[in-house]
């Protein structure tokens, strides 16, 4: 198959909610054959831009991605030296991290500074997982993806940045839980755009448009 410069490549590592969010890209106004989904590096390095999706525990995702061969050096090559955009979504944005803490310790990509950790409502009445919609507050003075509305989750474990500078937005339960973090060319929500109706697709389609 021959790739354009405007493809979009979807990472399929076996890490769940792939064709849900291979709808929610076509129906925020990616056409069809700018799609890839895919599980070869080579995409990845050819590719406009990176989504990788994820849901389920932070080891078993990173050791899937692992498993393919040449796939985290792809997007170390890809996203860390070519600077093409990258959205990470829930456990995909998990993985960003230097580490997570679910089932022991476990190296991440290491690409922002900080740990996923398990999710301490301070308010009994916040249950875990933190599953539903919530509002998101936006932290950084402005950033041309994000904005304030209310989104879908559906997590037990958070992310905890080193760097305020790379927490972009939070949400409520039971205290603040990051709802996005970031620097660059690099984004990863907590919130499930697939799931967020109306917000979430106009979240992806001002990332099909994102030239950071």
Known sequence: MTHTSSTVALI??????????????????LPEKRLIIT?????????????????GAFAACMHALQAIPGMTDALSEAVLKKSRPFLGICVGMQLLAEQGEEHGIHKGLGW???????????????????MGWN????TA?????????????????????????????????GGA??????????????????KSQGYGLRFLSRFLEWHP
């Open 12 to 29: 399929d590592y076996g890490a769940g909610n792939l064709r849900s969010v291979a709808n929610a890209l076509l129906a925020a106004g």
């Open 39 to 55: 599980t070869n590096p080579d995409d990845i390095l050819q590719a406009e831009r990176i989504v990788l999706p994820g849901v």
């Open 112 to 130: 922002i500074k900080g740990s996923v950790k398990a999710l301490k409502p301070n308010d009994p009445r916040c249950k875990v997982p933190h």
């Open 135 to 138: 509002q998101i507050t936006l």
């Open 141 to 173: 003075d402005t950033h041309p993806l994000l904005k304030a509305g209310e989104a879908y989750f559906l997590h037990s474990y958070a992310f905890f940045p080193t760097d305020t500078q790379d927490l972009l937005a939070k949400t409520d339960h």
């Open 177 to 194: 839980v990051t709802a996005a973090v970031g620097h660059d060319n690099i984004i990863g929500v907590q919130f499930h755009p697939e």
